[in-house]
């Protein structure tokens, strides 16, 4: 068995948890109090729309399954692993949000990550870009936020980006 703390052990996680979440800017606090919504499934909306519009309907098709992936093993991991928040296991944590759940993996990360994956084989290149940056910004606030050390934050991403690349495959071989 892991144990729980195991985030704790590993010293470039926690130096860099740190170097991220106690550097404090007044603009970033006001601006991940809203911004952290585009992480989580509320956004599902704008998503849709984007990929709708600049694309078609097998996109939109890759989305749902890539996000019903993640959907299903961000818990099943999470609920496996049993890790702790960073507020749970270290002091001075500045925490700019409820937590809830269990902490390894983000999966606002990887929703986020996922619906860039998705992005890479649907949408033009600057759409793909902005959907990176926007997964890298969801990606940083995280840690910054309190909410997950860099580890949760690096498997998430892995994690959703790997459902994306999945759900492409499937619409390709069921509408091909």
């Known amino acids: 068995m892991i144990p729980n703390d195991w985030e704790t052990r590993i010293k470039w996680n926690v130096k860099l948890f740190y170097l991220i979440n106690n550097k404090r800017f007044s603009f970033l606090d006001k ?19 984007i990929f709708w519009y600049f694309s078609n309907i097998k996109s939109i098709y890759a989305l749902f ?10 818990p099943s991991i999470k609920y496996t692993f049993k890790h702790k928040r960073p507020s749970s296991l270290l002091e001075n944590v500045n925490l700019l949000e ?3 759940l269990k902490s ?19 949408l033009p290149i600057y759409i793909v870009i902005i959907l990176l940056i926007n997964a890298l910004i969801i990606s940083y606030g995280r840690i ?3 909410a ?7 498997v998430g991403a892995l994690i959703g980006f790997f459902d994306g690349v999945i759900a492409n495959l499937i619409i390709r071989n069921i509408l091909s």
Do not use: N
Request: charged share 5%; aromatic share 28%; proline share 7%.
């Open 144 to 146: 910054y936020m309190g």
């Open 148 to 154: 997950h050390f860099p580890v949760d934050v690096i």
């Open 65 to 74: 399954i890539g996000l019903l992936i993640t959907g299903i093993l961000m």
């Open 31 to 49: 601006f991940y109090k809203y911004y952290y919504y585009m992480g989580k499934s509320y956004s599902l909306p704008i998503y849709i729309f």
């Open 104 to 122: 390894f993996p983000s999966a606002d990360t990887a929703y986020a990550f996922t619906i860039f994956a998705v992005s890479l084989f649907f």
């Open 98 to 100: 409820p937590v809830s």
